[in-house]
């Protein structure tokens, strides 16, 4: 009986419980391969690097699971971060708040669009895509945005609790645990679900479906303003160009994580697992790079990334197929 | 005593279409009431408007004699109106209690939902329907009939004055059905009122008390059931005199006597990956076969086998003496096989088009010369299809989706008619049609077998079977359990051959010739089920 | 009975009452056409110099890329997908073509080679298509996640082929693609009206072309009418991705070189931006030849506009955003509240 509730969970999960072992397997050879893959510095900066992407899928994560997408996470990721950039001289709190404010405003725009003016979720969007880069390069006026150093605000993206977990990451796993919450514990988070499900029907079953989209919308938005806080802090600059291509990532990350890309199934812990996941081995490919067997230039990351997407679906259709027909 | 529900005078437009023309219904508290019509009488749109899914163009609603309305279905349940829909309206990925909880979970005193709770309270709702499963697994592991329950469990955990059940047992088995009634006599005796939407005349008997009848958008009369004979009450929903409709029967198919002897498909030990274990049939040029049971029988796995849907596994089907074995239903389309399916709107129309092409879809192969389709011909054959068929339509480029079904359901018997099958089969071809339209599609369908054409049909009305149909044969569990000869067929013979179904599965084809039932073989399907 | 009456309750008992009537082909491209009209009036009152043949042929030859893009879009559209892939395989066409003719067999004999590269690269172009139209007819895979891998592994690839380097060449026969003219108008305006008329005689006239919108319609019901429907998305998917290439080589012949980053980025912005303004439904169904010409048209004139009359380039991101979101909006079905 506790082994076929045990095989049931592991069935239920197959995919988390898979993406799991993989990432234990790839941080092993990591260890293995390479000397300082393993040194305090690689770590932290590791994690901090990749804070933002976690957040982004965090968000991304949320969305799809009430059956939509949000392609505008990169860019407005990037324009975050040049009102933080642009908010910095005032402190670490006020250009913090400036980010995650001006991302919470792009996922409200999103939210109104999808939920009031039932615009496609891709398509708006894809729309505040485009607004929001023409909106970052305007006020930046096409350049970087340097931060002021002397505020601390670059002491987010840049300094660590004890060497080891930078305070970025540190954050980002606050921000998990809260959504988690939400997501398996609210009735709010159940009506997400439900959503994703079948919108029609949690309309029917009396459930607040349009504010639930709205509330993943923004928290996506809210995701993206603090991962562009983030940007902006550690790399000592507000970067208006950044971003293209990062609501790929953040999609990747969702999908390895098993959530379905329909809707109405989906986990955070996979899904953080699934970005740290895909961060490592562009870690471990550097360290390759590093000892020199091979060289693949920056070019390269963009095809493995795709390929890796390709895999991941290739073994979602495997599932779904052996599932139907079993 | 004042009314629990008294819509008054209510009138629903979409744009320029009046769906609600004048509508009333008057509930009285504890009181299980019917709501019928034909299709297209506006008994779902009153619904949704009692439930707050479509806004009232004008009109007035009293519950307890307090004026309200309903900005939409969250407010109407928390009034106390829970409402069981048609289509079912639940999150199959989402566990059992959550579809049943979900709005109202139990909360910790900390805002995180108390599962534990929420598991018990679903578990001991369900036990009372008499259902018992782990209510922990996504919905969707359950089948469609334990779905209904739940969703019915839904409607009676929360504290309601009024569950509306649009026609609740249309994916109920006879037992499931029985122990529904059960449920709507408790909701009755605890003073919970139910509104029951259905087109079995025998279950509105058996379980309302009055009716409200409607036609064309607007209530006709409401009735006290224990007070109407039957006939006045189909009279009275098609508008009618009550003598014409006795007269004719409600079916409009006549005489049975063919001499047909040519076998046209014989199928032989049938299995197929989605459900059909062991089917035999045969026929013959110019008959109609009907195939007879219970939902999830196999009757439909049957067609899909024989249009190249589902790939049979084993035995063997023979189509005018030759072997037949379609992969696509494009190899059934081009041996003479045709499939009216049984749901019109996902598998049959496709709305935004036209008549005319959703006539000429699965023709257009011989309609059209090196890829280029010929428009006169392609006009000709709409033309005298609309005018032999008696569609009712503007014109031929009219969107299918404007018409009503029973028109819908006429272009695409044209369209099967006009690949001149050898075989037309036809799943459920009068279900949610009014029934002037059920009697022109079955004198379509008498008239093409007139000629020579063979069918085989479906159908869960048995007087469409047995008034029908040359032969019945009856469907259990994915077997061919017996067959059943006409003339001389009754629907009470009918009842009793599928009731009894599972009691004579042994060999395949065999013709009911008064032997004793046998006993149950093993339930050899256990071992191939999935 | 009245029919009217009926209707509200045939198909989509939930759907069909809150849904508007779409508007009939003839009167949106009517409105787009008036839309086309007022921006050049607009523009001859406005911009400098805007009434000249000049202005013209400029137009003429920015458009014919998203014109091109934007029918094989259409097609994808009409089947209920979508092919966010198409920029992409611009860069890889426009980056294979020059490899090839410039490479040692490239300049031992010119012209073949460059007509053995423009069909090399067109090639290709239709295998991502057909990968694409694999992944999304017979995989089941949605057509935003099928389409994706190619939109981040096709740019890349074409960059990691010509190694993030400009490729500049000279190669008169080549550069015909872009700078060619025929009776006055650049070569490849000419090309977007065979182009366009021949797909809209497809979809009028030919069984495929039923086939596709049927498809769109209701794939399932589609199926049962003995539509080839996976044959059918594959052919849309492949048309696209071909259609796309073609745009790839435009793009590189009209600047006589080849930059693996820019070519065709956010072309498929401007493709389903096009056929979105131009009528198609992002649902499938419908495939509005005229109108995504139209709309291709309006969206390069929108630009134009601004530029010329020095607006940043940034803005007119935004303002494209706001076309897109506008032309979505007016074609969605309007709640019954």
Not at chain 2, 135 to 158: D, H, K, N
Not at chain 2, 260 to 275: H, M, P, S
């Amino acid at each position: 009986m506790i082994t076929i509730a045990w095989r049931q969970r592991l069935a239920d999960n197959g995919q988390a419980t898979g993406v799991c072992v993989i990432l234990l397997a790839l941080v092993c050879l990591g260890l293995l391969r390479y000397d300082n893959f393993g040194s305090a510095y690689n770590l932290s900066s590791f994690l901090n690097y990749n804070a933002m992407f976690v957040l982004i899928s965090l968000g991304m994560c949320l969305v799809i699971i009430t059956g939509g997408i949000d392609l505008s996470v990169g860019t407005v990721a990037a324009l975050s971060s040049v009102t933080a950039a642009y908010a910095s001289p005032l402190g670490l709190v006020p250009a913090l708040l400036a980010g995650l404010a001006t991302g919470l405003a792009a996922g409200l725009v999103n939210a109104l669009m999808i939920t009031r003016l039932h615009i496609p979720p891709f398509i708006a969007t894809l729309a505040s895509l485009l607004a929001a880069k023409g909106t970052a390069l305007i006020i930046s006026g096409n350049q970087t945005v340097p931060v002021d150093w002397a505020s601390g605000f670059t002491r987010l993206g840049m300094e660590s609790i004890g060497g080891l977990l930078p305070w970025s990451f540190a954050i980002t796993l606050v921000v998990g645990a809260g959504l988690w919450w939400l997501l398996e514990q609210r009735p709010i988070g159940r009506t997400m679900l439900a959503v994703g499900d079948n919108e029609e029907a949690a309309h029917l079953m009396g459930l607040p479906a349009r504010k639930a989209k709205t509330l993943a919308y923004l928290i996506s938005g809210g995701c993206a303003g603090l991962s562009g806080v983030f940007l902006a802090s550690g790399f000592g600059a507000g970067q208006p160009l950044e971003g293209l291509g990062w609501e790929l990532t953040a999609i990747a990350a969702v999908v390895v994580g098993g959530t379905l890309l329909t809707g109405g199934k989906g986990s955070l812990v996979a899904t953080l697992i699934g970005a740290l996941m895909l961060g490592l081995i562009f870690n471990l490919l550097n360290f390759e790079n590093g000892l020199g067997t091979f060289n693949l230039s920056a070019y390269w990351q963009m095809v493995i990334r795709g390929a890796f997407l390709f895999v991941v679906i290739a073994i979602q259709v495997q599932i779904t197929r052996t599932r139907n027909s079993g | 005593m004042t009314a629990l529900i008294d819509m008054r005078d209510i009138h629903k437009r979409f744009g320029g279409t009046v769906a609600l023309d004048g509508a009333s219904l008057t509930i009285a508290p504890g009181e299980v009431h019917a709501l019928i019509g034909q299709n297209g009488a506006g008994k779902s749109t009153l619904i949704k408007v009692l439930t707050g899914v479509y806004a009232l163009t004008s009109g007035e609603i009293l519950l307890d004699g307090q004026p309200i309305t309903f900005s939409g279905p969250r407010r109407a349940q928390q009034a106390g109106v829970a409402t069981i829909y048609q289509e079912l309206n639940l999150v199959p990925l989402r566990s059992v209690t959550e579809n049943m909880m979900m709005g109202f979970e139990p909360l910790h005193w900390w805002g995180g939902i108390d599962w534990p709770r929420a598991h018990r309270r679903a578990r001991s709702v369900l036990g009372e329907l008499g259902v018992d499963i782990d209510v922990r697994r996504p919905l969707s592991e359950y089948s469609t009939a334990i779905q209904q329950l739940v969703a019915i469990g839904r409607a009676v955990s929360q504290r309601v004055k009024l569950v509306i059940m649009d026609e609740p047992t249309s994916s109920l088995d006879e037992r499931e059905v029985a122990r529904l009634f059960e449920v709507i006599r408790l909701l009755k005796s605890q003073g919970t009122s139910v509104l029951f939407v259905s087109h079995f005349l025998e279950e509105l008997y058996a379980v309302c008390d009055c009716a409200t009848i409607m036609r064309n958008g607007a209530t006709v009369e409401q009735r006290t059931l224990s007070e109407t004979p039957r006939l006045e009450l189909v009279a009275s929903m098609l508008g009618r005199a009550a003598a014409d409709i006795q007269a004719s029967g409600t079916t409009s198919f006549r005489d049975l006597s063919i001499d047909a002897d040519e076998t046209l498909l014989e199928v032989e030990d049938l299995a197929t990956t989605k459900g059909l274990r062991q089917a035999s049939l045969e026929v013959r040029q110019g008959e109609m076969v009907g195939l007879g049971g219970l939902l999830g029988a196999g009757r439909s796995e049957v067609a899909r086998a024989l249009f190249g849907l589902d790939r049979a596994t084993q035995g063997e089907m023979r189509l005018a003496g030759r072997a037949y074995a379609p992969r696509h239903t494009r190899d059934a389309i081009a041996a003479g096989v045709a499939l009216l399916s049984e749901d019109r709107k996902v598998e049959g129309i496709i709305p935004g088009m036209s008549v005319r092409e959703n006539m000429t879809l699965p023709l257009l192969g011989s309609l059209s010369r090196r890829g280029v389709i010929q428009r006169r011909r392609e006009r000709e054959l709409a033309e005298h299809f609309i005018e032999a068929l008696q569609i009712k339509t503007a014109s031929m480029e009219q969107p299918i989706g404007q018409l009503s079904g029973g028109n819908q359901q006429k272009v695409l018997l044209a369209r099967w008619l006009a690949t001149h099958p050898r075989l037309l089969i036809l799943d459920e071809p009068t279900r949610g049609v009014d029934i002037g339209a059920k009697r022109e599609i079955q004198r379509i369908v008498q008239d093409y077998q007139a000629r020579g054409g063979a069918v085989l049909m479906i159908s869960s009305e048995f007087e469409e079977l047995a008034e029908g149909a040359q032969r019945v044969v009856i469907m259990h569990e994915g077997h061919a359990t017996r067959v059943l000869d006409n003339p001389g067929l009754t629907e009470d013979a009918l009842v009793t051959a599928i009731a009894t179904a599972q009691h004579d599965r042994g060999d395949g084809d065999r013709h009911d010739d008064g032997a004793p039932p046998q006993a149950a073989p093993l339930p050899d399907h256990q071992e191939t089920a999935p | 009975m009245t029919s009217l009456r009926s209707s509200s309750q045939g198909v989509g008992q939930s759907a069909s009452p809150r849904r508007r009537r779409s508007m009939p082909a003839n009167s949106r491209s009517l409105t787009l056409l008036v839309a086309l009209l007022s921006l050049i009036l607009l523009n001859a009152a406005i911009t400098p110099n805007f009434l000249e043949w000049q202005t013209l042929s400029v137009n003429i030859s920015q458009v014919s890329t998203i014109a091109i893009v934007a029918l094989g879009m259409t097609l994808v559209i009409a089947t209920g997908g979508i092919d966010l892939s198409v920029g992409a395989v611009m860069a890889l066409a426009g980056a294979l073509a020059p490899l090839i003719f410039l490479s040692e067999f490239g300049q031992q004999a010119p012209l073949a080679m460059t007509l053995v590269a423009i069909v090399v690269a067109l090639a290709i172009a239709m295998a991502c298509g057909l990968f694409n139209g694999m992944l999304v007819s017979r995989f089941g895979v949605q057509p935003i996640i099928a389409t994706l891998v190619l939109f981040i592994t096709g740019r890349g690839l074409a960059q990691v082929l010509t190694n993030g380097n400009l490729q500049t060449f000279d190669n008169p026969a080549f550069e015909f693609l872009g700078a060619g003219r025929l009776l006055g108008l650049p070569f490849q305006g000419w090309l977007v009206a065979v182009i366009a008329l021949l797909v809209a005689w497809v979809i009028a006239r030919t069984r495929y072309g039923r086939y596709l919108l049927a498809t769109g319609g209701n794939p399932q019901a589609a199926r049962m009418a003995g539509v080839p429907v996976t044959r059918v998305k594959l052919a849309a998917y492949t048309s696209c991705a071909l259609l796309a290439g073609l745009a790839g080589l435009i793009t590189v012949a009209i600047n006589s070189a080849s930059d693996a980053a820019k070519n065709g980025s956010l072309m498929e912005l401007d493709a389903i931006a096009a056929a979105v303004v131009g009528g198609a439904l992002l649902k499938g169904g419908k495939a509005p030849i005229a109108g995504v010409i139209l709309g291709a048209a309006i969206i390069q004139l929108v630009r134009y506009t601004l530029l010329a009359n020095g607006v940043a380039d940034e803005v007119a991101l935004v303002v494209k955003a706001a076309i897109i979101v506008l032309a979505v909006y007016l074609q969605m079905p309007r709640g019954a509240h």
